[in-house]
Structure formats: C-alpha cells, structure tokens
C-alpha cells in the first residue's frame, strides 16, 4: 500500500520556523519526483517547492524562496521541507506528492499537514 505521511505542522509565530517530514512507504521511493503543494483556506492550491529523484534540481515558488529548503533522504524515504522565516501568508495545509521521475503525472499525495502562522 502506498502511503504518504506528512508530519511536523503546527502553529507558529511569524518569524518562526517549522520542519515538515513526508514518511513515504509502498513505491520506489528513490525513483520519484517529489513535490509540496500547499492550499490556504478559501485559495487555490500552490505548487510551493519540488525536488526531482536524485535530490537536484530543486524549485522553489517565488513566494517562499529564500525563506523555505526542500531536501530528501533516499536511504530513510523521507522527504523534507525546512521553513524559516514564517509568515501569516504560509498559514496552509501543506500536502507532498510524487511522481515517477519518467513522468509529468502526480500519483500519489499525502493527507496534508496543518502550518498556522500566527501571533
């Protein structure tokens, strides 16, 4: 079974940092893109950061670039997003995905992680 666990969310203050994981389990996890899309209430989602299979090329969206770094750890198939400098604008659910590196389709997301920013 393919799972995606996401952890680390909770409420902060602006300025803070937060450190989210994605456990991943079921698939090669080695063989994915991985992704993190974040959705606040009442917007669409945003794609927020990305990092392809070997844990190059990592995108960032230029809302967070800067203050967010994705990283990943094939040998414990967990996938990572380190966010510094919190803004109330980063209050999200935050969601990882992936996909087959041979791929432009998204297969397999979590159930998302709740960042609150707020004083």
């Known amino acids: 079974e393919v799972q995606l666990v996401e952890s680390g969310g909770g409420l902060v203050q602006p300025g803070g940092f937060l450190r989210l994981s994605c456990a991943a389990s079921g698939f090669t996890f080695g063989s994915y893109d991985m992704s993190w899309v974040r959705q606040a209430p009442g917007k669409g989602p945003e794609w927020v950061s990305a990092?392809?299979?070997?844990?190059?090329?990592?995108y960032y969206a230029d809302s967070v670039k800067g203050r967010f770094t994705i990283s990943r750890d094939n040998a414990k198939n967990t996938l990572y997003l380190q966010m510094n400098s919190l803004k109330p604008d980063d209050t999200a659910v935050y969601y990882c995905?992936?996909?087959?590196?041979?791929?432009?389709?998204?297969?397999?997301w979590g159930q998302g992680t709740q960042v609150t920013v707020s004083s």
């Open positions: 995905a992936a996909k087959p590196n041979w791929s432009v389709d998204y297969l397999y």
């Open positions: 990092v392809d299979s070997g844990g190059g090329s990592p």
